[in-house]
């Protein structure tokens, strides 16, 4: 079973809409990444966490912004969203330097 | 260059054979990890090295850090293998370098 959830796993949205996507985990830990995957390609990390009130932006730049007031929780939102931002979002968690665990993804249309 | 690079890109295979998916990358790592990717998107780790070699049921892993080349192999392939692999490297300081895939096929 999945300990990473992410929501919605599938959105269609018009250009200029607001949205935000969600990232839950129970595992209690402390980093948490998004990574942003256009199809085919390779994932490219987009922001990451170190904890409570930690955010950074990743290698790749992203207008989307995240926030991390709980542990547990590191939604990503997109003010106005664009045609371009169209790409799959995924979520990952790691208690130290090496373990990983992804969610599921979360495959964003933005017509 | 990408820095982890992986072969072959796409990979049909027979139910039954012995798959070899290779990883070769060029930066200093932590550990490597083996990922499985659905077609649904969603990602399963499937093993994490340093060094060595490890094994899950009918996967296996290796990795040889002087020669910086790790690769992931199937013992009697079934359809339900067919996913894209991804190896991903954990290089300092602490970030994730992907590869852009092994796209696996099997067919009964």
């Known amino acids: 079973e999945a300990d990473i959830y992410q929501t919605p796993r599938y959105l269609v949205i018009g250009t200029g809409k607001k949205i935000t996507l969600e990232c839950s985990q129970t595992m209690g830990h402390d980093k948490m990444y998004w990574y942003q995957q256009d199809p085919g390609m390779e994932l490219h990390l987009i922001h990451y966490?170190?904890?409570?009130?930690?955010?950074e932006k990743g290698d790749l730049s992203s207008e989307s912004t995240v926030s991390r007031i709980r542990t547990e929780h590191f939604p990503l939102t997109l003010e106005s969203a664009r045609p371009s931002h169209t790409s799959q979002y995924l979520c990952?968690?790691?208690?130290?330097?090496?373990?990983?665990?992804f969610g599921s993804g979360t495959r964003l249309t933005v017509v | 260059k990408n820095e982890v690079e992986q072969s072959p890109q796409n990979l049909t295979a027979q139910e039954g054979e012995f798959i070899t998916i290779n990883c070769s990358y060029s930066?200093?790592?932590?550990?490597l990890h083996w990922l499985q990717q659905h077609p649904g998107g969603g990602i399963v780790s499937l093993f994490m090295?340093?060094?060595g070699k490890k094994k899950h049921g009918r996967l296996i892993a290796t990795i040889n850090i002087q020669e910086k080349h790790s690769s992931l192999h199937i013992t009697a392939s079934h359809p339900r293998d067919s996913a894209v692999y991804i190896c991903?490297?954990?290089?300092?300081?602490?970030?994730?370098?992907f590869g852009t895939g092994t796209r696996l096929q099997v067919f009964p």
């Open positions: 090295l340093s060094s």
């Open positions: 991903a490297v954990r290089s300092a300081p602490d970030k994730l370098i």
């Open positions: 966490s170190y904890g409570v009130n930690s955010t």
């Open positions: 930066v200093g790592i932590s550990a």
């Open positions: 990952a968690s790691s208690p130290d330097r090496y373990g990983y665990t």
